[in-house]
């Protein structure tokens, strides 16, 4: 069964601090990933992709097939990252269904 | 561009009640979704839909009913609203891409529903 596991609800970091949110994901055909943010009082938005394997924010994930996972991370956290981050997995063939995770909220504190 | 409209913003509902949560978007998208979002959760797909005319189940749809008679518009219909509902609702649209890939979800601003 498909299946994307984020095992920290919260992560509490200081300004300037690396961050790491991990993402673990269980599909047996060719996965796609997302990671999606949530900020206070904002809509849910794309934050990247797997496959454009580019930095948003000084945000990276790196799919890692051997361990099925696609951690978020960032070397130098921002007060204005703290939101909810949830990682995606996209069904192959499938149109646009994705598999969230259960999400991790992120808090930076000053 | 309004992308992904959502209405209401905000319902209560008594037990029993029926209603209907309208989610339009205007980018011409072909497959449209609805998930609800539940503390500890994440968000769980409901119904979703890969053009008018088509609808399939996703991973909790007891309960609630969609149709999909235009591109634009995807309702999701509680029949008879039960606590257990109470949740915030969102509505998701995107183009089905191309050789098997997703295209990045856009999303509506959601709609917080109680259930007394």
């Known amino acids: 069964a498909q299946r994307v596991t984020q095992p920290e609800k919260l992560l509490s970091v200081f300004k300037g601090a690396p961050v790491e949110l991990k993402c673990n994901y269980s599909?047996?055909?060719?996965?796609?990933l997302f990671w999606y943010v949530q900020y206070s009082r904002q809509r849910l938005q794309l934050l990247l992709r797997h496959i454009s394997r580019e930095s948003i924010k000084g945000f990276t994930a790196d799919l890692n097939k051997g361990e099925t996972s696609f951690h978020l991370k960032k070397p130098f956290a921002q007060e204005e990252d703290s939101a909810m981050y949830y990682c995606a997995l996209g069904l192959y063939n499938q149109g646009g269904k994705l598999i969230f995770g259960q999400g991790t909220e992120l808090s930076v504190k000053p | 561009n309004a992308g992904v409209t959502q209405t209401p913003k905000f319902q209560v509902l008594k037990t029993g009640q029926s209603m209907t949560l309208q989610c339009a978007q205007d980018m011409n998208h072909e497959y449209m979704s609805w998930y609800r979002q539940d503390p500890g959760m994440g968000l769980r797909l409901i119904h979703y839909?890969?053009?008018?005319?088509?609808?399939d189940q996703g991973e909790v749809p007891n309960g609630y009913n969609v149709s999909r008679s235009t591109t634009e518009d995807f309702p999701l219909r509680l029949l008879s609203a039960a606590p257990s509902q109470t949740s915030v609702y969102f509505c998701?649209?995107?183009?089905?891409?191309?050789?098997?890939?997703?295209?990045?979800?856009?999303f509506g601003d959601g709609t917080r529903l109680s259930i007394l």
């Open positions: 998701a649209s995107s183009s089905t891409g191309t050789g098997g890939l997703n295209q990045p979800q856009h």
């Open positions: 599909y047996s055909g060719s996965p796609e």
């Open positions: 839909s890969v053009g008018a005319g088509i609808t």
